[in-house]
């Protein structure tokens, strides 16, 4: 073979080489497109199934906490009510007692050894049957109003605290 053949020989084989070659990878990028084309349509459709269940979750907590609202609303309307009516009632007993109109008095201990002269039994001017009371001055009848009120407001705000709390571990 002479030079020029060769040179021609090798020439045809460097093209038949470099056409296998665009070929193969040709080919290669249809295959591997077609799969990458395959692996991002099931991306999608993973990512559009995890937005739908992460939104009927977050509807499902907003609704929880709607729920939740609205039922601490409700306690709240109860204890506010509960305060009020108490507001009133202690009211009218502090105008009670103001007005005379009620007298708040205590049971006095009628044993002989407590060195009480109180005498056990009524007096004339006394209609009451029992046990020997004494009044209580009104200044510190309303003292006593006024503390038991507090204790009262404590022991409402007290229940509404442990209903609030009721409510959240529900």
Known sequence: ?????????????????????????????WRYGKQLAEQAGLHKSDLTAIGNAAAAQIQTEQGKRLALEQRLSS?????????????K???????????ADLRLSVLLDEDPASGCAVPATPGAVGV???RARAQLDPAHAQRII???DAGDRGL????AC????????K
């Open 75 to 87: 306690s709240e309307q109860t204890h506010h009510q509960a305060l009020t009516n108490e507001e």
């Open 146 to 148: 006024a503390i038991t």
């Open 156 to 159: 409402i705000a007290l229940r």
């Open 162 to 169: 442990q209903a609030y709390v009721r409510e959240l571990n």
């Open 89 to 99: 009632k202690q009211a009218r007993l502090r105008d009670r007692l103001a007005t």
């Open 1 to 29: 073979m002479n030079p020029l053949g060769l040179k021609v020989l090798a020439v045809g084989v460097l093209a038949l080489l470099l056409l296998a070659v665009g070929g193969t990878w040709k080919v290669q990028d």
């Open 128 to 130: 009451v049957h029992g």
